[in-house]
């Protein structure tokens, strides 16, 4: 399963600090593969690779959302899972 997560805020802390909770939070589950910010630093992204049959879509986004709440990312961080977008708020 793909998924892809975007802020459109600065973040509250490194790329670093989200991959390495997005990581802890999968565990053997799943991998971040990439991630980045855009120009203006106002943006970012985290790809993330799941293992096929061993989440589902709502255990994505909770896992997800609770990085998204304990690290006090941006609201409005969106979470696209294979094409389809859930807004996190």
Known sequence: MDVFIYTYEPLPCGLDEVEDALEAALGDRGRVTGGGTGI???RSNFDLLIKDGVLSEEQVLSLVRQVVLDLDLPKGTMVDINGKEHLLD
């Open 40 to 42: 203006s630093d106002a």
